[in-house]
């Protein structure tokens, strides 16, 4: 808590986690927010993502899903793979945005150059329909 307050963006994330999952605290999805939109505004990739999953369900904050795509394409800019990972979902499907397959298939790539193997299937999917 003390590098937290100390502005250690790693433990603002974590105590921000913390919050989230009710782990050695009470529950509080809106600290939690409090605490994700700090990190992620200095640059914290993970804060980034689990902004763009608060604001699209509406989690510590009211639901608006033109911020939980702009978050969820900081975090992929950022190279997290989750990040693009949704960010390729949301073009492949149409969600907050138009659809897209081409960048679809772009974001899928460089999640897997990421190391991200989840997203094998939804390559293979995009390729089979084209």
């Not at 994700?36 to 999953?53: I, N, R, S, V």
């Not at 949704?86 to 899928?108: H, M, S």
Request: proline share 0%; charged share 20%; hydrophobic share 35%.
């Amino acid at each position: 808590m003390k590098s937290a307050l100390a502005g250690n963006v790693g433990s603002i994330w974590t105590v921000g986690y913390c919050y989230d999952h009710g782990v050695g605290v009470d529950g509080d999805c809106q600290k939690a927010f409090k605490l994700f939109l700090k990190a992620a505004e200095k640059g914290d990739t993970k804060a980034q993502y689990y902004l763009g999953y608060f604001y699209q369900n509406g989690y510590g904050v009211n639901e608006n899903q033109v911020k939980a795509f702009e978050w969820y394409k900081k975090a992929a800019e950022s190279n997290f793979s989750h990040g693009q990972n949704e960010v390729a979902r949301c073009f492949y499907e149409g969600l907050r945005t138009k659809i897209d397959i081409v960048n679809a298939i772009y974001w899928l790539d460089k999640a897997k150059e990421n190391g991200n193997s989840y997203v094998n299937a939804r390559l293979n999917e995009i390729i089979n329909n084209i």
